[in-house]
T-cell receptor
């Protein structure tokens, strides 16, 4: 069975600074995808970034980047130049390739960006 | 493109009543997933459907819960004889196919059982 662990229930950061959210996972499979989703108070689940496990290069989307350490089964999210609109719950998730493609989520990290 | 549409956004049911949650996937998407989010928790997978077929229901409770995705119309998640423990946010996601992992989520239905 796959598990995803987010060890930081809450974090805060000052506007314009950088913050890193941690995620570790466990799977015996070698082919999978990893995701970070953002859930603002509106409850909408928004895809932030996606990483294919077979790619060594870390994914980047504008101010969001990941540090993917496959051997350590670690997938942290770095948010640069934090903005007030980044305030949200952030969920790390894993999906096995070739299965039913269902997502396994962590419990989330509540991020607050302070002015 | 209206995205994934879920309705109602909020649903209140008394214990013992039935709840029907609807999900219209993005245009062209034939794969639908239902997830449940309990308070202070991440989303938990319930069921994966393609048109007229249940592909994976390993996350569905054995009793009272059912899901369908007919040839025409939205996907329906049905909860019979609701109990207070069913109170949660229920999310639907759709994807174009099973290989691109391009899920799009709806805004969810918050079910409250009183």
């Amino acid at each position: 069975a796959q598990t995803v662990t987010q060890s930081q229930p809450e974090m805060s950061v000052q506007e314009a600074e950088t913050v890193t959210l941690s995620c570790t996972y466990d799977t015996s499979e070698s082919n999978y995808y990893l995701f970070w989703y953002k859930q603002p108070p509106s409850r909408q689940m928004i895809l932030v970034i996606r990483q294919e496990a077979y790619k060594q290069q870390n994914a980047t989307e504008n101010r969001f980047s990941v540090n993917f350490q496959k051997a350590a089964k670690s997938f942290s999210l770095k948010i640069s130049d934090s903005q007030l609109g980044d305030t949200a719950m952030y969920f790390c998730a894993l999906a096995l390739q070739g299965g039913s493609e269902k997502l396994v989520f962590g419990k989330g990290t509540k991020l607050t960006v302070n002015p | 493109n209206a995205g994934v549409m879920q309705n109602p956004r909020h649903l209140v049911r008394r214990r013992g009543q039935e709840a029907r949650l609807r999900c219209s996937p993005m245009k062209g998407h034939s794969h639908v997933y239902w997830y449940r989010q309990l308070p202070e928790e991440g989303l938990k997978f319930m069921v994966y459907l393609q048109k007229e077929n249940i592909i994976d229901e390993s996350g569905m409770p054995k009793e009272r819960f059912s899901a369908e995705f007919p040839k025409e119309g939205p996907s329906i998640l049905r909860i019979q004889q609701v109990v207070r423990g069913d109170s949660a946010a229920y999310f639907c996601a759709s994807s174009l196919d099973s290989r691109n992992y391009g899920y799009t989520f709806g805004s969810g239905t918050r079910l409250t059982v009183v």
